[in-house]
């Protein structure tokens, strides 16, 4: 299917282990971002990547790697995962082009116990 | 400091009613862009109105304009003829630089359209 999607849509862990979100978009955009949204917080920027293989950290990295070697997919992993990481992630991807919007995925709402 | 703030946590209007939700961005850029979006209770974001920093009309895109005041800087959403379907969360967001490597978002305005 076209467009931008992330696996799992839901996903319940335990403090402590590790834990992988996955985003995959099929337009072959070259930025890709990952979110999470708390409430009263809107959403935040965790790491964003403007190409395969770069990769940089936005509002509040900490406890999250990235990697990006492939332009289409862009995981997002909890190394050990806290109860404060409990969150909706959402996977975004936009153009290169100044104009262009970004297009988000489902979201995953990530349960850290 | 904030990069977009959204004082509005919640907004409601009269369906069929014009409402405003407000936005105000800070940026140091000339070069920059403003987006909204909007998140009904399914939970997907979608992407509604544009605007760019050296844009000179205030872009429109069907019941939705944008308000932008540059020397404010400010990009308020105006939705007129709301709908029941308009009750959502909405999110300002702005791509700063000409690369749109950070696009930073607000932390939204729940809108609520009374029938």
């Known amino acids: 299917d076209a467009g931008i999607t992330q696996s799992p849509r839901y996903k319940i862990t335990e403090t402590g282990r590790q834990v992988t979100l996955m985003c995959h978009q099929t337009?072959?955009?070259?930025?890709m971002f990952w979110y999470r949204q708390d409430l009263g917080h809107g959403l935040r920027l965790i790491y964003y990547s403007a190409a395969a293989d770069i990769t940089d950290k936005g509002e509040v990295p900490d406890g999250y790697v990235v990697s990006r070697s492939k332009t289409e997919n862009f995981p997002l992993t909890l190394e050990s995962a806290t109860r404060s990481q409990t969150s909706v992630y959402f996977c975004a991807s936009r153009a290169f082009f100044r104009g262009t919007e970004a297009f988000f995925g489902q979201g995953t709402r990530l349960t850290v116990v | 400091a904030q990069k977009i703030t959204q004082t509005q946590p919640g907004m409601f209007v009269q369906e069929k009613e014009a409402v405003t939700l407000d936005c105000t961005y800070d940026?140091?850029?000339?070069?920059?862009?403003l987006f909204w979006y909007k998140q009904p209770s399914s939970g997907e974001m979608i992407f509604l109105i544009y605007q760019g920093s050296y844009d000179e009309q205030n872009a429109t895109e069907g019941r939705y304009s944008l308000n932008f005041q540059k020397a404010r800087k400010s990009a308020n959403l105006v939705i007129s003829a709301s709908q029941l379907g308009d009750s959502a969360m909405y999110f300002c967001a702005m791509r700063e630089g000409n690369t749109g490597n950070q696009f930073y978002f607000g932390t939204g305005t729940s809108l609520t359209v009374i029938p």
């Open positions: 337009w072959s955009h070259s930025y």
């Open positions: 940026t140091s850029d000339q070069s920059y862009g």
